[in-house]
């Protein structure tokens, strides 16, 4: 980067419900990764001090920011509120990340790297096999048959469309009709994905490494399952009739 370049601007958004257990190390190891990112916390209300948390993290580092929800309103919905709220303001770069741990914030920069050639750049489990750690057997199958599910019937060539762990240009999110965007499980980073490729944008899977959660609670359940199954065929017949 040459001297007059002033650094990207990226925006890191981290839905949150009850993730008291994980916000400190979390925020360390962004910390310590080398490049210089702002964060977006978007809290549902948590019912374990995790806002008061950010917040008290907030009061020593203005780069650190929260958007609070009166109750659960699911993934989907939170990250369109952070979209909504990078939009408004000039980040270039606007990620996704669990706040979990399950994604490592060691990553960001080989995301940023990628996304100097590609416009969505995707934390891919399934590039080169499997790379999941400790999540049981009946967990991985479901995920990775549910991208090879939405992979057949959308016609894409992407492993892992259902991660969560994702770098947009801000042109992407300019672009898509975020408002039109109705999923609010997996199948919120199906559609988000598809949605974008099919206005022409380069996706780019990378591969990640994604660890099961050691702290804190899923959040996963049925209800978020069968929303993806039917998604998948609501996405493609509107494609199919112009209508996406
Ligand atoms: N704001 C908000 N965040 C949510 C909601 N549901 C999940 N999250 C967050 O979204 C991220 C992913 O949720 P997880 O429960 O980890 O989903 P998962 O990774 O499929 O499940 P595990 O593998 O069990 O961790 C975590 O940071 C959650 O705290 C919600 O309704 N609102
Ligand atoms: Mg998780």
Redesign the pocket.
Same mark, same amino acid.
């Given at each position: 980067m040459s001297e007059t370049q002033s650094p990207p601007r990226i925006l890191v958004v981290?839905?949150?419900?009850?993730?008291h257990e994980n916000i400190d190390r979390l925020l360390s190891k962004i910390r310590s990764q080398a490049l210089k990112v702002d964060i977006l916390f978007?809290? *549902?209300n948590s019912q374990d001090g995790t806002a008061d948390l950010i917040k008290s993290h907030i009061a020593k580092d203005s780069t650190i920011h929260i958007v609070e +929800?009166p109750g659960? #309103?699911?993934?989907g919905t939170?990250y369109l509120a952070g979209f909504k709220w990078a939009l408004e303001r000039d980040y270039q770069y606007i990620m996704e990340m *669990?706040? @979990?741990l &399950?994604h490592d914030p060691a990553e960001i920069p080989r995301f940023y790297e990628a996304a100097q050639e590609a416009d969505v750049v995707l934390g891919s489990r399934y590039i080169t096999g499997v790379n999941v750690i400790n999540?049981p057997l009946k +967990?991985l199958i479901l995920s990775y048959g549910a991208n090879v599910y939405a992979g057949i019937i959308l016609g894409v060539k992407i492993k892992d469309l259902t991660g %969560?762990f994702k770098m947009f240009r801000r042109e992407v999110l300019e672009k898509v009709a975020l408002d039109r965007v109705k999923s609010n499980g997996?199948s919120f980073q199906i559609e988000l994905t598809f949605r974008a490729m099919t206005l022409g944008f380069r996706a780019k899977e990378i591969n990640i490494i994604f660890y @099961? +959660?050691t702290a %804190?609670? &899923?959040? #996963?359940s049925k209800k978020i399952v069968r929303e993806a199954i039917f998604m998948v065929w609501k996405l493609k017949m509107r494609q199919l009739l112009g209508r996406l």
């Open positions: 981290v839905p949150t419900y009850n993730e978007i809290d *549902d +929800r659960k #309103m699911g993934l939170a *669990d706040a @979990d &399950s999540w +967990r %969560g997996y @099961d +959660r %804190g609670h &899923s959040k #996963m």
